[in-house]
């Protein structure tokens, strides 16, 4: 008989059928009730083997992990939490999992030790209900963006381009260090590696993203971005996955009401999809906090974080308006800050984007109009700022507990304004003739933004280290699996 | 005002409103009529001047590629094969395009131009329906596995795992040629690289959406993988795009339903979709094949084509029956074969797949239970096979004109079988620890296929060569942009 998903037989109110079902043995309590899954959803549903008319060989083989194939009848659950059951028939034991040597008991394994067992952990209700969200949250991406017209858009991961500068670049390459080809004076010979020349992993897809956004309108990529930087924190990965739209005819603020319409969106199709498992992650989050000292708690709890977000505006604020706020605030002035604000141009640590977010503002907020000397190249200039004070079209986006989520500008449209900001950086006009093509030839006004979709997994998942978000984390000396 | 989007002004019906919309000039006629594109569609929409209220100097900036602004009144068009036209009350140049040095004229331009001007091919109609299809393609993948209740999976692209043996790697590394820090014995020191080992770009992501799906039981990957392999050819590249759904429970017959169901899924929803750009590419292709003999021409537009492979069944033949087929067949006898096909055994070629495919059975065709030793050490060992006549449940999806679409399997899911397989062929175990452990704990039945994105979009176009189905193609010698 073909086996039904668990999480169908779990909505079926058709009691009395005969039903098989296959999945993974959670628990198995007083030789009589298994608790089974087979991730579909967070729920497992109970088995009740009929244990004296089971082989003791065969009972003893119901373990913690073990894979198996149940059929029986679906019958109303006399248990709580659980409308049906299945009353076992038949049990065949399809995978055994050694009770004394499977890493994943049925008890709290710490993350860490988790994540050391990253093939397993999948195994766990916690990343069962954090991976599901994810695949939910990815397809809500592309359901909006598609929803309205956006094309998406795979930029290369291998580039010959390392301009945007972002971050450092890993290298990539076919050429051995053992005899490496050299030229005459006696530097790599990067012509007969396997492209022709040095090439990197993209640490984004933005600058190819625009070629496609001046001719297809609306674009966005969702795709994997790397960065070669020694940061062992809580919130930083070497691989991970970036959202990034390219808008033709967006100004700033059509590109900020973009961004906040998509969050909102995204978040509102997660919630609504993935109820169980969310609730699973709020009460998770709940016995983690206990462990905290009061202070440190969230006022919210998951749900209510994530409803705060739908619910209201995010705050939209000047930087000239945010270092205003940070001189006059408090930890300031009390040199409570590791990076004192005394004057306008410098560059927001993250304490004081968790000052403005977390405590002054008390929602997300949208910084905008940044310094141009703190941005990248390809910001647009603002027009009529005092000389010193100029500034570039920027946007970011601050989370409560995430951070930036969101950076984006509008783009330097201007082929004069473009080159001089390139020269003044040293950027090589004659690498990047592809992106200078786009304001040479029919430019136009056009913004797009960079989302980490890690940092958006960590938000809506109430998870705190951006390594139990993504399936095999890679960050420095570690990229096992 | 709001600008309105060409595809949506085209769909109105409301005319005699004042509207405004953005987009780039494709031609400017008699001084007087614009034929506008903004990306939205295919189809342009026409812009009436009027010339003679119109400064001189404004009427010359209207060039091929300039982006404009255009203000006016949305009118029943007269001309041929419109609905509507503006009747243009204002226009302003956003952007020029020297019609001396604008690389994209109102011409034919040949495909390889095209490929050295890959940020700007996209402003072609031919690319503007292929980069449309291709994302339309991808929504689909996604959506057919969501209805489904498959769960996204993004697997590692850096890995420090090789085992995999799908083709020749590149290498990821922050170490430098100069100064490679060293072992004691003269050998690289990984320990000092980034990640503390030695890492490859990814081949693959089955290995590791295996182990998620011991868990969520239904999971896909879509994502990039790499090949540093010197294949100089129509049909390769060194980065492409794969979809990898893995299924636990599923055997063999199940993976190719599975697949079957899976490709006409996506075809039929890009066929719904994307009618005006699938039009407008089989013109393009039936006048590409006027250039060829009589007989090198397809019996089949590509529309017929695509509904061929909707409406009829994927013909299931064994390797076994394959080889009787190909040994007995005309060219084969007649030693026209490249390599003849002599015994059981043989490796097929892609002239002995396309000889199945468009001369045998003309239709997709999917071979099953492969010898063994010529496929992957993961592949399940069937049973009852004579000795020396070893097969594994593989399979590969054949189409016309693509050849090899699909390759898939179901996996060996005894850990006694696969250990002596991977012994057998080298495989170290311990570095496939992770890999192993879904076989020691709650095994069980289990497959999947990967599909190679980009050769389904050279299908679904009846493009020809795989460069142009993909933004940034990557190549021996290219990567550019």
Chains 1, 2 share one sequence.
Request: hydrophobic share 35%; with cysteine; net charge negative.
């Amino acid at each position: 008989m073909k086996h039904i998903k668990i999480i169908d037989l779990l909505n079926n109110t058709k009691t009395l059928q005969e039903v098989t079902a296959k999945g993974w043995v959670r628990t198995f309590r007083n030789n009589q009730f298994i608790a089974l899954n087979d991730g579909s959803t967070i729920h497992n549903i109970q088995c009740v083997v009929d244990f004296e008319n089971t082989p003791e060989d065969t009972l003893k083989r119901i373990t913690t992990g073990a894979a198996v194939c149940v059929s029986g009848t679906l019958m109303e659950s006399q248990g709580k939490g659980q409308s049906v059951e299945i009353q076992v028939k038949k049990i065949e034991i399809l995978g055994d999992s050694d009770a004394e040597k499977y890493p994943i008991q049925p008890k709290k394994h710490s993350l860490e030790f988790l994540r050391e067992n990253a093939h397993l952990r999948i195994r766990t209700n916690a990343f069962g209900a954090i991976m599901r969200v994810r695949s939910t949250l990815s397809f809500a991406v592309h359901q909006y963006f598609q929803e309205r017209g956006f094309y998406y858009v795979n930029t290369p991961i291998i580039t010959g381009s390392d301009a945007e500068g972002a971050g450092e670049m890993f290298k990539v390459t076919a050429l051995p260090f053992d005899g490496t080809p050299r030229t005459e004076e006696g530097k790599v010979n990067y012509k007969e590696d396997f492209f022709g020349k040095e090439t990197n992993l993209t640490v984004s897809g933005q600058l190819e993203a625009e070629t496609y956004a001046m001719a297809l309108g609306q674009v966005y990529t969702f795709g994997p971005t790397f960065r070669a930087e020694n940061s062992n924190t809580s919130r930083h990965l070497a691989e991970f996955w970036m959202i990034e739209p390219e808008v033709a005819f967006n100004d700033l603020d059509a590109n900020m009401d973009l961004a906040e319409d998509f969050i909102k969106y995204v978040i509102k199709y997660t919630v609504d999809k993935c109820g169980d498992d969310l609730k699973f992650l709020e009460q998770r989050l709940l016995e983690e906090e206990k462990q905290k000292p009061q202070a440190e708690r969230s006022e919210m709890s998951l749900l209510e974080k994530l409803n705060f977000v739908l619910d209201n505006n995010f705050k939209r604020v000047s930087y000239t308006e945010a270092i205003d706020i940070l001189r006059n605030s408090t930890p300031n002035k009390k040199k409570k800050f590791n990076y004192l604000i005394e004057e306008w141009g410098a560059d927001l640590q993250s304490e004081h984007e968790r000052f403005l977010v977390e405590k002054h503002f008390k929602c997300p907020v949208i910084l905008f109009d940044y310094p141009a000397n703190i941005k990248a190249f390809y910001m647009r200039l603002n027009e009529n700022t005092e000389p010193g004070k100029e500034t570039v079209r920027a946007m970011d986006i601050l989370f409560p507990g995430i951070g930036e989520i969101v950076g984006g500008s509008q783009r330097e449209e201007r082929l004069d304004v473009l080159v001089e900001k390139m020269k003044a950086l040293n950027i090589p006009e004659e690498e990047m003739w592809w992106y200078l093509d786009t304001r040479r030839f029919g430019s136009a006004v056009h913004s797009g933004f960079g989302l980490g979709f890690e940092r958006l997994v960590l938000f809506v998942t109430g998870m705190t280290n951006i390594r139990d978000v993504i399936p095999f984390p890679r960050t420095p000396q570690n990229a096992e699996f």
